[in-house]
């Protein structure tokens, strides 16, 4: 099997993968972008969303025929390494351990980028459309007024097609799972249904798959 894929991530709704920051007064949340201004989902908000899928779908019984171990409930520390919650330690820290798998920074096809940032050259202000603002408040049930105070914005992107790198770590453990990953991830995959934030309320609706490097 390959040592590196694309993990491709089409995103179908507006979506929010944030900072943790806002924007003055206007905006309470925006999107995170690369260092040339285009929106990004991090590759640890991927790896998060992963590991959940994998885990669901051994639960569920779907990879009996591809993990030897399906029986084993380590498989996502061995694919992921230790989760930061789970006293196994934290990937990269002197004192944890690599999971088989790396995930990056899901961002826009470069070809995509590159074509952009020429359009920009001549002229054309097109990051700009990559972006919305969402505003939403909170309703009072008694009175069904907004409650004062509860009005919040949120800048969003547009719909996407999103790729980021996954390969297997130099260093990693587990090299039995080398001749398998790639089937795992395939499985776990459609259930993976959204990302990033208020994914329960719409945003972020996605097809994520899985694209071989050439």
């Known amino acids: 099997m390959p040592e590196r894929a694309t993990l491709v991530v089409d995103v179908r709704s507006y979506w929010h993968a944030g900072t943790g920051r806002g924007s003055g007064s206007h905006l309470d949340a925006v999107v995170a972008r690369d260092r040339e201004g285009f929106p990004l989902l991090p590759g640890r908000t991927l790896k998060g969303l992963l590991r959940e899928a994998v885990a669901r779908a051994q639960a569920w019984g779907w990879l009996g025929d591809i993990d030897d171990g399906a029986g084993q409930p ?3 520390r061995r694919l992921f390494g230790p989760a930061p919650d789970d006293g196994g330690g934290t990937e990269g820290t002197s004192g944890g351990w690599c999971g088989l798998l790396r995930v990056g ?3 826009l ?5 590159a074509a952009i940032l020429a359009a920009e050259a001549e002229g054309e202000a097109l990051r700009e459309g990559l972006f919305r603002t969402h505003f939403a408040t909170a309703i009072d049930p008694e009175r069904g007024t907004p409650r004062e105070g509860a009005l919040r914005g949120m800048e969003v992107a547009v719909p996407l097609r999103l790729e980021a790198p996954v390969s297997v770590h130099p260093s990693a453990r587990h090299v039995e799972l080398r001749e398998r990953w790639h089937a795992i991830l395939e499985r776990a995959l459609p259930l993976v249904r959204a990302v990033g ?3 329960s309320r719409g945003f972020g609706r996605a ?3 899985l694209e071989a490097v050439e």
């Open 109 to 113: 096809p470069r070809t995509v980028r």
């Open 105 to 107: 920074d899901a961002r």
């Open 74 to 76: 380590d498989l996502t």
């Open 197 to 199: 934030a208020d994914r």
């Open 207 to 209: 097809v994520l798959s």
